[in-house]
């Protein structure tokens, strides 16, 4: 989800690159929410988000333990799309299973595209560890490529982070 995120930041930045668009956590969005609080900063606060042409929220699971997020949150994204703005947003499950979500944030963002991702199948799985190797500028040999993408399934993090060790190991 979040290379995701990353690569639309990185896609309509070289598209238009006076875009605001911001990348964060709805743990950070919540942070920074706090902050404008504590130092009477709301205002700059909300005509900060209420500008970016492109927000990005990773992790929105996080807000369904947070009542009083969502009602920010909520009138974030009311003005963001009442100016055609666009927010993609990530999260681990679909909207409508995350506890605690309020019912009108739940059909916001059912208003968009929802996309399940699942994790990569075997030959996407070699061909990131492939990418990664390359990136560490290594050769690993196709039986441990192989090994690596049989067993180990659930996400590229998890792939990225076995080449990243057998190259610090190796190196070592």
Known sequence: KTHLLQAISHEVLSRDPNAKVEYLTSEEFCNQFTRALQLNKLPEFR?????????????????????????????????????????VMASDRPPQEINGLEKRLVSRFECGVTAEIQPPDLETRIAIIR???EEQSVKLSDEVINYLAAHLKSSVRRLEGAVFNLVSCARL
Request: hydrophobic fraction near 40%; avoid cysteine; charge should be negative.
């Open 131 to 133: 990418k990664k190797q």
């Open 47 to 87: 005509e900060h988000f209420r500008d970016i042409n492109v927000l990005l929220i990773d992790d929105v699971q996080f807000f369904g333990t947070k009542t009083g997020f969502q009602e920010e949150f909520f009138h974030t994204f009311n003005a963001m799309h009442a100016n055609h703005r666009q927010i």
